[in-house]
């Protein structure tokens, strides 16, 4: 609720510039997890991180994407997006996936919790990297007129 307001006040660019160091920050914050570390300390404010984040992305690039669409190409717009959104995350899941696994020799009993804790910091660093290329690429790539002039959440524009 709150993305589609700063989208509409501030335009795209610093909304999603946000939104990814936001889920880059948590990603770090997930990254320093201690093979004995608890929900409410160690996962929670990454996670918190990454879900602030992640809505600031997502509702800034939908409005992006939606704001110049007529009505008839709408939801085909809407679909690619969305195609998009989970083909991305599905190669983003496997090589990150691929890099946790990577420092676990065997089984994952008590004594490879250590070594699997660090394949997971390596995986969340590099999700960050990504994250922190998205921001880059969306402070150069983006610009106010990406939305249409005069565009408000549906809410407020009756």
Do not use: N, Q, W
């Not at 610093?14 to 004995?36: I, N, W």
């Not at 990577?102 to 919790?113: M, P």
């Amino acid at each position: 609720h709150a993305a589609s307001h700063l989208v509409a006040r501030l335009g795209p660019k610093p909304v999603v510039a946000a939104g990814l160091t936001l889920g880059a920050a948590g990603m770090l914050l997930l990254s320093r997890l201690p093979a004995d570390g608890s929900y409410l300390a160690d996962v929670l404010p990454g996670f918190l991180l990454l879900a602030l984040g992640s809505g600031l992305v997502i509702v800034g690039v939908t409005i992006i994407v939606l704001s110049s669409a007529e009505e008839h190409e709408a939801g085909l717009r809407s679909g690619l997006t969305t195609t998009a959104h989970e083909f991305g995350i599905a190669l983003i899941l496997s090589v990150l996936s691929a890099i946790a696994a990577s420092s676990v020799d065997g089984g994952v009993d008590g004594a490879h919790a250590i070594e699997l804790t660090a394949g997971f910091a390596d995986a969340f660093r590099a999700a960050a990297l990504i994250a922190l290329a998205g921001v880059v690429l969306s402070l150069v790539a983006l610009r106010r007129s990406d939305v249409t002039t005069g565009t408000t959440p549906a809410h407020l524009g009756h």
